[in-house]
């Protein structure tokens, strides 16, 4: 199974400022990554993932101050001048492989 | 607009059986594939199963492989996951996942717990 590692674990961030999320992957997954975004007591919700392309693309709805970069096994997501809404636990995931598995979570808090 | 409606979470003990079902609308249901993921309290997620637009291929994560059985019924726009010999480990939050590879849409989950 890919093992999804992210880091750090928590970043704190202060409001306006840019955030930036590492995932890592135990083996190549082109760029079949996606990133989640969860606030307490909801649903994920899907941010970003990767085209046929080779680029990242945001979800419907989805800020253009959230980026994603990467492939193989080293993955980022950034996000641009941190607003309060963006203050959750990111999640990436690979759909490369069976099982698809994710990371355990980056909680971005308010420094 | 999609939506994924669960149900059939609740208190279970261990070694019993649940079915939770997952109503879908907003969408052509028989042209997407959908896939059950959990998510212990205070917890990481983990993706349990998928099952393609036609029902064939299904797939399953280890730790559920021989007790839970994904299906859909596609008259009915309907996802079903029935567990059998559920362990206290398979306490979590159960979504329904609409996916194209990556994850589109999540329902707001159902709550399993398993205890004596």
């Known amino acids: 199974e890919v093992v999804m590692t992210q880091s750090p674990a928590t970043l704190s961030v202060s409001p306006g400022e840019r955030a930036t999320l590492s995932c890592r992957a135990s083996q190549g997954v082109t760029n079949n990554l996606a990133w989640y975004q969860q606030k307490p007591g909801q649903a994920p919700r899907l941010l970003i993932f990767g085209t046929y392309s080779g680029a990242f693309t945001r979800a419907t709805g989805v800020p253009d101050r959230f980026s994603g970069s990467g492939s193989g096994t080293e993955f980022t997501l950034t996000i641009s001048g941190l607003q309060s809404e963006d203050f959750a636990v990111y999640f990436c995931?690979?759909?490369?492989?069976?099982?698809?598995?994710f990371g355990g979570g980056t909680k971005v808090e308010i420094k | 607009e999609v939506q994924l409606v669960e149900s059939g979470g609740g208190l279970v003990q261990p070694g019993g059986s649940l079915r939770l079902s997952c109503a879908a609308s907003g969408f052509t249901f028989t042209t997407y594939s959908l896939n059950w993921v959990r998510q212990s309290p205070g917890k990481g997620l983990e993706w349990l199963s998928y099952i393609s637009s036609r029902g064939s291929p299904i797939y399953y994560a280890d730790s559920v492989k021989g007790r839970f059985t994904i299906s859909r019924d596609n008259v009915e726009s309907s996802l079903y996951l029935q567990m059998d010999d559920l362990r206290a480990e398979d306490t979590a939050v159960y979504y329904c996942v609409r996916s194209s590879g990556r994850m589109e849409y999540w329902g707001q989950g159902t709550l399993v717990t398993v205890s004596s």
């Open positions: 995931q690979q759909y490369n492989n069976w099982p698809r598995t």
